[in-house]
């Protein structure tokens, strides 16, 4: 027994604790071997050796466990200190500054509307029901409202649907000419692949004398526009309706993902509609109080561009804050 506790003492580490184990009490240990003969004693003597095996196993027990546990902190404390971390130290593989594709999106349109000359403009977010719909053409009542699927609040007030209520306060603070772009957060109720109930969106308006502005400028600078996002594009004007333009105009290009030939993406059209446009629709020029003007509008969605441009599946993964999204761009 003498033996076996000098064996215990002398363990270094677990591997060496758990040898002694086995010498004592594994499947051919001495205790187990000692325990193995009380079958062959007489019945007198077993009852006392036993009484005295079991006292010795119960303090090899005691003093095993002992040592197991004090062998167990020392090896916590070792693998402790050698895994310990330095928290001060700088992590040269920051990742807070990578560029979230949104505002590369958005840095690469204003580049473009900046550099022929518009001015970037910025409104509330939260609207009020003149701004965002009355001079827009869109009085009480009118049916087009429901397409927009207000976030509303109390006293006439809500968030803004789209960038167009920029136009109309741009107009209200300055004269004509107005050459701007507004680009910024809109929200709607909305929640899909597609959708998400906060996006960006870009909104542009020219205004000059009667007969200075006309559809072929609008065409030119949007068609360059998009050419310049995507590359080499097929673009088409689709007529459309909005209340604030007249006449008004969806715009198609060519599918980037299947090259016009028909896909998934385009439900097989070979097309894929990126923005809406038109000649600024008279009722908005009196609301704003301006006479003997032209002019044109137009408007996207960024998160759209987006997609369309890096080939992004869905559009509420932008707003997810996953780095592996992130760290593709
Ligand atoms: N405001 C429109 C929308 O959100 C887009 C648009 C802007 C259309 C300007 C025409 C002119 O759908």
């Known amino acids: 027994m003498a033996e076996l506790e000098a064996m215990i003492d002398y363990a270094k580490d677990s591997a060496a604790l758990e040898q002694v184990r086995i010498k004592a009490v594994g499947k051919k240990g001495i205790l187990t071997e000692y325990f193995s003969t009380l079958k062959s004693l007489p019945e007198e003597e077993k009852k006392t050796f036993a009484k005295s095996l079991n006292a010795l196993r119960k303090s090899f027990e005691e003093h095993f466990s002992t040592k197991q546990k004090e062998l167990e902190a020392q090896e916590l404390e070792s693998t402790l200190s050698a895994q310990r971390v330095d928290v001060s130290l700088f992590n040269l593989r920051s990742k807070q500054s990578i560029g979230h594709p949104v505002n590369y999106t958005k840095d690469k349109i204003i580049e473009y509307f900046t550099r022929m000359g518009y001015e970037l403009c910025e409104g509330p977010l939260v609207e009020d029901d003149f701004h965002n719909f009355t001079a827009l ?51 709607r109720r909305d929640y899909d692949l597609t959708h998400s109930p906060m996006f960006h969106q870009v909104e542009g308006l020219v205004v000059d004398r009667a007969g200075a502005v006309n559809f072929a400028h609008l065409k030119y600078i949007l068609e360059s526009f998009l050419r310049y996002m995507f590359g080499d594009v097929k673009v088409r004007f689709r007529s459309s309706f909005f209340p604030f333009t007249e006449p008004s105009a969806e715009v198609d290009i060519s599918c980037v993902f299947c090259q016009g030939n028909g896909c998934r993406v385009c439900s097989h059209t070979g097309w ?39 080939g992004i599946g869905d559009l509420r993964s932008f707003f997810e804050t996953d780095l592996r999204l992130l760290e593709q761009f």
Do not use: W
């Open 137 to 187: 053409n869109l009085p009480e009542y009118h049916p087009a409202r429901d397409m927009h699927d207000t976030f509303y609040f109390h006293d006439n007030k809500l968030l803004r649907t789209h960038t167009s209520p920029v136009q109309i306060r741009t107009m209200l603070a300055q004269k004509p000419p107005i050459k701007m772009i507004c680009l910024g957060e809109t929200f």
């Open 272 to 310: 894929l509609e990126v923005l809406g446009c038109g000649m600024v629709d008279d009722n908005v020029f009196r609301a704003v109080g301006y006479e003997d003007v032209s002019g044109y509008a137009f408007g996207m969605g960024v998160e759209r561009l987006c997609m369309l441009s890096l």
